[in-house]
């Protein structure tokens, strides 16, 4: 049964929760990859799909043992995120969810994205006995604070990079409010999936990914592909990692959520710049082809078959 404008108002949307997803980068030659995981197929979430390491903030994340192993204010004053009214967000928050991706990204690709408190990177044996901690932090998201303490060593976000802003439609049932963030992954750590929650993880280029998706050989979520584009546009402007991080540094970062309407076997998605997005039912935020940066030339809607 299709659904009426009237149907997406009939019921309080659900309220997103935070969450934070990092696009984990590398430089082979002269080509830059993007890290990504497979979900597992029995989850209740984006089942199977290829996406980028990332998950919930947890309380955890924000407590105060979390706080003291971050620099909360370098944090506030580099990222300057803000919420959908245009407020900063709260230190303990924007701490948080850099915490955050660190500790989804430990779990869900063994990758440790931390050093000792001088700086210097963990040494071989360290990195192979904090493996085996991977399983506990994942059951336990408190374990993971209490492993770089135990090891003496804090998250390594100097140079994370704030990426995107998106929020799950307010007519989807399970929503997101969910900050991207680019980083260099370093070059000593193997990333393997958990077999749990991820069951493959993969180095590619955004291009290849772009092209894998649209072949129907990766499933790969439209916000997902959204990012990736993004990302390829950049590297192809900047030519390399090290431009691509110094000329996005002060990159806007509008929030961007998407209105969906589900019909009988597939779901439309309308984004942000598109000419009926202010008009139709349900949350929105003001953004226009204009100040949408690289996602303005991508379609302003999109069809997707419910079986995919």
Request: hydrophobic share 45%; charged share 25%.
């Given at each position: ?179 991207f963030f ?64 110094t000329a ?60 995919r």
């Amino acid at each position: 049964m299709t659904a009426s404008p009237d149907d997406t108002r009939s019921a309080a949307p659900a309220t997103p929760r935070a969450a934070a997803t990092i696009l984990l980068l590398r430089e082979i030659e002269d080509r830059a990859e993007v890290l990504m995981v497979r979900r597992h197929a029995n989850l209740a979430f984006m089942a199977g799909m290829w996406v980028f390491p990332g998950g919930a903030l947890h309380p955890s994340d924000c407590s105060p043992a979390a706080l003291a192993l971050i620099d909360s204010g370098a944090i506030v004053r580099r990222l300057g995120m803000r919420d959908l009214r245009d407020q900063p967000l709260a230190t303990a928050q924007s701490a948080g969810l850099a915490f955050a991706a660190c500790r989804e990204t430990f779990e869900e690709t063994g990758v440790l994205l931390a050093t000792r408190a001088d700086g210097s990177a963990c040494d071989a044996r360290t990195l192979d006995r904090i493996q085996q901690s991977r399983e506990a932090v994942a059951s336990n998201a408190t374990l993971f604070v209490e492993l770089l303490q135990r090891e003496q060593l804090r998250p390594d976000v100097s140079t994370l990079l704030y990426w995107a802003h998106w929020i799950t439609p307010s007519s989807a049932p399970k929503r997101f409010d969910t900050r991207f963030f680019v980083l260099r992954a370093p070059e000593s750590h193997l990333a393997s999936a958990d077999t749990s929650e991820t069951v493959e993880s993969a180095w590619m280029t955004p291009a290849a990914l772009l092209d894998a998706a649209h072949d129907n050989a990766m499933p790969i979520s439209h916000p997902t592909q959204c990012n990736l584009h993004d990302l390829n546009e950049a590297l192809r402007r900047h030519g390399s990692l090290d431009r691509l991080f110094t000329a996005e540094a002060t990159r806007p970062v509008p929030p961007i959520l998407p209105k969906m309407f589900p019909e009988a076997e597939r779901t439309t998605i309308v984004m942000p710049w598109d000419a009926a997005y202010e008009k139709a039912p349900g949350e929105g935020v003001a953004i226009t082809r204009e100040n949408s940066g690289a996602l303005g030339s991508l379609p302003s809607r999109v069809t997707v078959d419910k079986a995919r």
